[in-house]
Nanobody, 124 residues
């Protein structure tokens, strides 16, 4: 059974930084595009960032571009999200997701596996 486990969430002041990690028990991780999404209670889950299987292609939501960096370590089956210059509006539960394709995509419906989420809270 495939599991994605996020870690690294927490409480941080505005302007601060956090790094999220997602470890996958997915044998085909190195041939899987992966992504981060986030959801605020009562709102739709939204795309944050995605990275191709090789790591060569990344894509970001406009709201995080220039502040967040997605990366991966295929040798460790781990996905990362470095979040800098955090804002209160970044407060959400952050989810990692993986798909059985090498190409990155921002569509939630394209992803086959999901983690349980990690809470990020940014205080003003």
């Amino acid at each position: 059974q495939v599991q994605l486990v996020e870690s690294g969430g927490g409480l941080v002041q505005a302007g601060g930084s956090l790094r999220l990690s997602c470890t996958a028990s997915l044998r085909t991780f190195s041939s899987s595009a992966v992504a981060w999404f986030r959801q605020v209670l009562g709102k739709e889950r939204e795309f944050v960032a995605t990275i191709s299987a090789s790591g060569g292609i990344t894509n970001y939501a406009d709201s995080v571009k220039g502040r967040f960096t997605i990366s991966r370590d295929n040798a460790k089956n781990t996905l990362y999200l470095q979040m800098n210059s955090l804002k209160p509006e970044d407060t959400a539960v952050y989810y990692c997701a993986a798909r059985r394709r090498v190409f990155a995509t921002a569509l939630q419906s394209d992803y086959d596996y999901w983690g349980q989420g990690t809470q990020v809270t940014v205080s003003s």
